[in-house]
């Protein structure tokens, strides 16, 4: 209900606001849509001639002369609820102590409107709502769960940044999902920060809960994406060596041509003159290292190529800072075009984009495929991150007394199994290889670290002894249940064989020997070269 004093004119498009549901908002903005569009055609009539009218504004705006008289009465509360505890509720609402009350009842009202000059009567019966203490006091609720949420990410972090504390281990990780997470804990600070500052009186809880976002994100999660940044530089300039070699190549064959076809048409250009009796020949063109006259260009110093990426610690800070913030204030500029979009354009939009940020798994994905790792994520950061970003879309969209009201939909519970689902690849990556999904042709030749050892193999025993120490722990490795061609189709074997590693000298290992004197020391190479061989 709008109130406005009498005699004066309100718009009609002020009907949107009321609208309680999306379908009658549609609804009402379709009539909207048909009348204005019946005004714009009369107003082009205007214009070329065909008839007159008043001010445009005056036919699609209404004014108000009648006269209301409204009743309102509170949904009786039960006679269970004493007198005593209810005013025990209300003082802690006014002015929280910290003391333990009743149950808020829950809380309806009846409505009668009634206008005596205009004969309209309007009625509204057990309209439920909320009042503004719990209003608060469930945007406390919240502001605190954010909060805590944020310091539980912020502690996984560091748990993932312990995790990788070599270049080995941190070029297992891919900058892509790292990125995702912060770009998305960015927003989310900036909600709540907006919310704060527009809202007084949730202005220090949501305040509070911004800080801990903004700290996960300024000072761990870009901290973190400048190391992934600087340790996989020589990927990046290895890949663009790569692409310009092969630019170079692509060139070079097509230069010999060239040359062959200029050397002949300089040796065939001599012709007889005059029946044979002299010749013209046409000289071979000038190099391109001699000046006029003969004289050979200076030499000078070549200055050194200018790539990209520079060994600056600051030029890298500038470049990742500069990228992301572009990044933030362009899908600000989208984030407000969606805003003032209709309903189902702003449903589309925000599933597009919740699909795209709940995606932050799947760089991991490619990254193991593409580089044949594993590993590279703390189970725990994996699982923690999993669950804790999705408490705040599951409570606004699943849960039905949210915050802000809205209706719970089913779309939630898909973006929580797509977001299972890519938990579920990367420990199956763990578990059977990062490339057990991708078929064995469209795959490179890559050397199998647990091979079906014979019995005969100098490494699996002799005289039918199948029990060797690992080249590490010098433990015994039991090979027996793994060896043989019986084993070669049983899964059961193929799983057991990832018990143990065998590097191409032939020494055997534990695979968690092994893949933890990697995490230790930068490449296996160095190990078997160094160390072990």
């Known amino acids: 209900?709008?109130?406005?004093?009498?005699?004066?004119?309100?718009?009609?498009?002020?009907?949107?606001?009321?609208?309680?549901?999306?379908?009658?908002?549609?609804?009402?903005?379709?009539?909207?849509?048909?009348?204005?569009?019946?005004?714009?055609?009369?107003?082009?009539?205007?214009?070329?001639?065909?008839?007159?009218?008043?001010y445009p504004e005056a036919a699609i705006s209404e004014t108000s002369s009648c006269h209301y008289q409204m009743y309102m009465q509170l949904g009786a509360i039960g006679p269970s609820v004493r007198s005593s505890a209810l005013k025990d509720l209300e003082r802690e609402w006014a002015s929280p102590q910290g003391i333990s009350t009743i149950k808020a009842p829950h809380l309806n009202s009846t409505l009668f409107v009634y206008s005596p000059n205009c004969r309209l009567t309007l009625a509204v019966k057990k309209a439920e709502g909320m009042k503004r203490e719990k209003f608060y006091s469930k945007a406390v609720n919240y502001a605190g769960m954010a909060g805590t949420l944020a310091f539980i990410q912020v502690f996984l972090l560091v748990r993932q940044m312990e995790y990788t504390p070599t270049p080995s281990s941190v070029a297992k990780v891919s900058y892509w999902t790292i990125a995702l997470q912060v770009f998305a804990d960015s927003y989310l600070c900036m909600l709540h920060l907006t919310t704060g500052v527009l809202v007084d009186f949730l202005f220090i809880p949501?305040?509070?809960?911004?800080?801990?976002?903004?700290?996960?994100?300024?000072?761990?999660?870009?901290?973190?994406?400048?190391?992934?940044?600087?340790?996989?530089?020589?990927?990046?300039?290895?890949?663009r060596n790569q692409a310009a070699a092969a630019a170079a190549a692509a060139a070079a064959t097509t230069t010999p041509a060239t040359t062959t076809a200029t050397t002949t048409a300089t040796a065939t250009a001599t012709s007889s003159v005059n029946g044979g009796d002299s010749t013209a020949t046409v000289?071979?063109?000038?190099?391109?290292?001699?000046?006029?006259?003969?004289?050979?260009?200076?030499?000078?110093?070549?200055?050194?190529?200018?790539?990209?990426?520079?060994?600056?610690?600051?030029?890298?800070?500038?470049?990742?800072?500069?990228?992301?913030?572009?990044?933030?204030?362009?899908?600000?500029?989208?984030?407000?075009?969606?805003?003032?979009?209709?309903?189902r354009v702003q449903n589309f939009m925000i599933s597009i984009c919740a699909?795209?940020?709940?995606?932050?798994?799947?760089?991991?994905?490619?990254?193991?495929?593409?580089?044949?790792?594993?590993?590279?994520l703390h189970l725990g950061y994996m699982l923690g991150m999993s669950v804790t970003r999705l408490v705040v879309p599951i409570y606004f969209y699943g849960c039905p007394q949210n915050l802000m009201g809205n209706e719970p939909t089913p779309w939630v519970w898909g973006l929580a199994l797509w977001v299972a689902l890519q938990v579920g690849v990367l420990l199956l990556q763990d578990w059977?290889?990062?490339?057990?999904?991708?078929?064995?042709k469209y795959l490179p030749p890559i050397y199998d670290y647990h091979?079906?050892?014979?019995?005969?193999?100098?490494?699996?025993?002799?005289?039918?002894?199948?029990?060797?120490?690992?080249?590490?722990?010098?433990?015994?490795?039991?090979?027996?249940?793994?060896?043989?061609?019986?084993?070669?189709?049983?899964?059961?074997?193929?799983?057991?064989?990832?018990?143990?590693?065998?590097?191409?000298?032939?020494h055997l290992f534990h695979t968690d020997c092994l893949e933890r004197v990697c995490i230790v020391i930068v490449s296996l190479h160095l190990v078997l070269n160094s160390q072990l061989c």
């Open 355 to 376: 699909f795209w940020l709940y995606s932050f798994w799947v760089p991991q994905i490619v990254r193991n495929v593409t580089r044949g790792s594993k590993r590279g």
């Open 1 to 54: 209900m709008w109130g406005i004093p009498e005699e004066t004119r309100m718009p009609i498009w002020r009907i949107l606001d009321l609208m309680p549901t999306n379908a009658s908002f549609e609804l009402a903005a379709a009539a909207l849509k048909e009348q204005y569009q019946n005004r714009i055609k009369t107003v082009e009539n205007i214009i070329a001639g065909y008839g007159s009218l008043d």
């Open 283 to 343: 000289a071979p063109p000038r190099p391109t290292d001699t000046m006029p006259g003969g004289l050979p260009l200076p030499v000078t110093a070549a200055r050194p190529a200018t790539t990209e990426d520079t060994d600056s610690p600051r030029s890298d800070l500038q470049a990742l800072y500069g990228r992301f913030y572009w990044m933030v204030v362009i899908s600000m500029i989208v984030l407000y075009k969606i805003v003032i979009s209709s309903t």
């Open 451 to 506: 091979p079906i050892l014979p019995g005969t193999d100098q490494e699996s025993g002799h005289g039918g002894h199948t029990h060797q120490d690992c080249a590490i722990c010098l433990l015994p490795i039991d090979t027996a249940s793994h060896s043989g061609t019986a084993r070669l189709s049983s899964v059961v074997g193929s799983l057991g064989r990832l018990n143990y590693m065998m590097t191409p000298c032939g």
């Open 432 to 440: 059977l290889g990062p490339r057990f999904f991708v078929p064995k």
């Open 206 to 239: 949501f305040v509070a809960a911004s800080f801990f976002s903004f700290v996960l994100v300024a000072i761990f999660g870009m901290r973190y994406m400048l190391v992934i940044w600087r340790i996989q530089r020589p990927e990046r300039r290895g890949r």
